[in-house]
């Protein structure tokens, strides 16, 4: 099973189309609220050069916004990335 990592707020409505689809694909992720603890805006900066949120990572990789993984959905590549051969 992946390490997958969230940047989340619970009042971003891209947020939660992102979430949901996670979920439709019965996967376990771990949901940074940058609501609950401001500081980890300054994270998501280091990590990614951005300030919006989602910000989705899937082993380490940063996968980007909730456009970006609609589009891997989109090209049949989240999958592979979900659920990787042994």
């Known amino acids: 099973m992946p390490n997958i990592v969230i ?3 619970e ?3 891209y947020c939660r189309r992102a979430r949901a689809l996670l979920d439709s694909k019965n996967v ?8 609950r603890a401001p500081r980890l805006w300054t994270e998501i900066a280091e990590r990614t ?3 919006t949120v989602p910000q989705i990572f899937i ?3 940063h ?6 993984l609609f589009a891997l959905e ?7 990335l979900l659920n990787p051969l042994p």
């Open 59 to 61: 082993d380490d990789r």
């Open 11 to 13: 009042y971003c409505p």
């Open 63 to 68: 996968i980007g916004g909730c456009d970006d």
């Open 49 to 51: 050069g951005r300030d």
């Open 28 to 35: 376990r992720y771990t949901v940074r609220d940058v609501a």
């Open 74 to 80: 989109g090209r049949g590549a989240l999958d592979s």
């Open 7 to 9: 940047y989340t707020a």
